[in-house]
């Protein structure tokens, strides 16, 4: 009899041993309960927060807590959704999301998660900013007072840019919008300008001309490229222009001056229309982002 408790007390004694010796980390854990169109609808998922970057643990693929509802939170998924299932598990991380910033990416062409998609290795840089961020008030805005020059006379004359203003390029297609966007980032060589050249939804050969043409230039030495394909999901799509943002609000606040293009916003507004149906925010005027056009 007495051997039978020593038996198990001895168990109990290895268990406590054991849990000591272990590392404990909190973690969220969900479950998928639906998939459909690169967004996946997690069940349990209590503590997360709104934008905060959710992992999918069988396969690795990131997802982003995009809208919380009462019961379920629905997560746009950063990557091949075709590998995510019905019952996968689910992990908050505790990050909101976030992209690598800073001098390490001039030169590099980068998804809208910040990872390099030009084979040139890692970008090796310790510093990141969240996507999301309350922008500056208009108040605390220095009013413009330095040129941007496009290099194309005929804008920098009768309608010249300058520093600290967005302007937007609107036409037909095939108009040569995006041929001034790139004249433009030509022209900054040697200007102490950094360019953010942000694609949304363009086929990837026109990417890579694009960059071929900047390098050719000799203007990938001052430009960052920001590439979400027209075969990426939605999600990196509509993620591209704040991650593009992200990267030139470091520049910003590091005092120097940066460019972003965005090329093209349509592209975005599709792809957060694209999501919204699909998450059941209203499908009609107000399920594009307007705030990106007239903020
Ligand atoms: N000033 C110009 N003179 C002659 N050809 C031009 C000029 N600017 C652009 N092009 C040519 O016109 C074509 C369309 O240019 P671009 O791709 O810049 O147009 P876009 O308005 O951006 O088109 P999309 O709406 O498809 O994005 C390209 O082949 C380009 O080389
Ligand atoms: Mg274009």
């Not at 198990?8 to 309960?33: H, L, P, Q, R, Y």
């Not at 609808?41 to 396969?59: A, C, I, N, S």
């Amino acid at each position: 009899m007495a051997s039978w408790a020593d038996e198990i007390s001895a168990i109990i004694e290895k268990n406590i041993a054991d849990f000591g010796g272990n590392e404990i980390e909190t973690a969220s854990v969900g479950t998928v309960v639906a998939v459909s169109d690169g967004i996946a609808r997690v069940y349990g998922l209590q503590d997360v927060k709104y934008l905060e970057l959710v992992e999918f643990p069988r396969t690795g693929i990131m997802g982003l807590a995009f809208n919380l509802e009462e019961e379920t939170v629905s997560c746009p998924i950063l990557g091949d959704y075709t590998h995510i299932r019905e019952d996968d598990e689910v992990r908050t991380t505790g990050r909101v999301i976030s992209v690598p910033v800073g001098d390490a990416l001039i030169g590099r062409v980068v998804n809208p998660l910040g990872e390099p998609i030009d084979d040139r290795g890692p970008i090796v840089t310790d510093k990141t900013r969240p996507v999301e961020r309350v922008a500056p008030g208009v108040i605390t805005r220095k009013s413009v007072d330095t040129p941007v020059q496009t290099g194309i006379k005929a804008i920098d004359s009768m309608i010249p840019i300058g520093r600290g203003q967005r302007e937007l390029i609107i036409g037909d297609r095939q108009t040569g919008k995006s041929a001034i966007a790139i004249d433009t980032i030509i022209n900054q060589k040697g200007k102490d300008l950094i360019c953010i050249y942000v694609a949304i939804g363009q086929r990837n050969s026109t990417v890579a001309r694009t960059r071929e043409i900047l390098e050719q230039y000799g203007a990938m030495e001052h430009t960052i490229i920001v590439d979400a394909g027209a075969s990426d999901p939605a999600p990196l799509k509509y993620l591209a222009p704040y991650s593009g943002c992200a990267m030139g609000e470091e520049f910003m606040e590091s005092g120097r001056d940066a460019l972003i293009i965005y090329d093209d916003l349509s592209k975005h507004a599709e792809a957060y229309r694209n999501i919204s149906l699909i998450i059941r925010r209203p499908p009609g005027r107000e399920a594009y982002p307007g705030d990106v056009l007239f903020v």
